[in-house]
């Protein structure tokens, strides 16, 4: 009976234990191997990189009816793509040269700084939220599309070259001074001009003209 007993625990000991082999198949989170007497397949925790039909594996050979373990791949005939698998589901994959990573979420911390240098760069968000101590920012050519926007400034100072501005309509209010300093000025008007003032001072060093159809004084 020892003898007997022994002999079946050697046997059990041969069917475990590390083999090479090649994926033939899947079936949601099972996978079909080569050696057809493997019946349960699933991908080890540590092996990072989602194996795929022709893939040459390491595999862990349990006994009996156990789950068998993919541990990693060792060859892939086109490794142009792959899938990296984390735990918590993320997922990173990559197409030729192109980097996708799946997440909830994801936040980036660098303890003195994180550099970002690109010739493209492409946002795409529902909602955004920026808190900076001090921004600056050079940009060539600024173009800005927007059905509203609203600006709440303490202090702005601008020093602009040239500027052009279109408005459909334009509505301010000035709560204290409003001066407007510049070498020349003129005002076009279409339709109605009026200019309503508890006080009104005008001051010309030279010569003053008026014109108009109907002037009323008084």
């Excluded at 008007?189 to 003209?209: C, K, P, S, W, Y």
Aim: aromatic letters at 6%; a negative charge.
């Amino acid at each position: 009976m020892n003898t007997t007993a022994k002999m079946f625990d050697n046997m059990a000991q041969q069917e475990t234990g590390l083999q090479v082999t090649t994926v033939t198949g899947r079936a949601d989170e099972w996978f079909f191997v080569q050696d057809l007497s493997v019946k349960r397949v699933k991908r080890a925790i540590g092996c990072l990189i989602e194996p795929e039909v022709g893939d040459v594996v390491l595999l862990y050979k349990a006994s009996g009816e156990q789950t068998s373990f993919l541990l990693s791949i060792l060859s892939r005939e086109h490794d142009g793509a792959g899938q990296l698998h984390l735990p918590g589901g993320v997922t990173m994959q990559t197409e030729g040269k192109q980097l996708t990573v799946h997440a909830d979420g994801i936040d980036l911390r660098g303890r003195e700084s994180i550099g970002l240098s690109t010739l493209h760069l492409d946002i795409n968000a529902l909602a955004a939220t920026a808190r900076v101590t001090h921004f600056q920012s050079w940009v060539e050519t600024l173009e800005t599309t927007a059905d509203r926007i609203t600006v709440v400034v303490k202090t702005m100072t601008q020093h602009v070259g040239r500027m052009i501005a279109r408005f459909r309509e334009s509505w301010r209010k000035v709560e204290g001074l409003d001066e407007t300093q510049a070498a020349r000025m003129r005002l076009y008007v279409e339709g109605t001009h009026q200019l309503d003032a508890d006080h009104i001072t005008m001051n010309a060093e030279g010569f003053v003209r008026i014109d108009g159809k109907t002037i009323n004084l008084g």
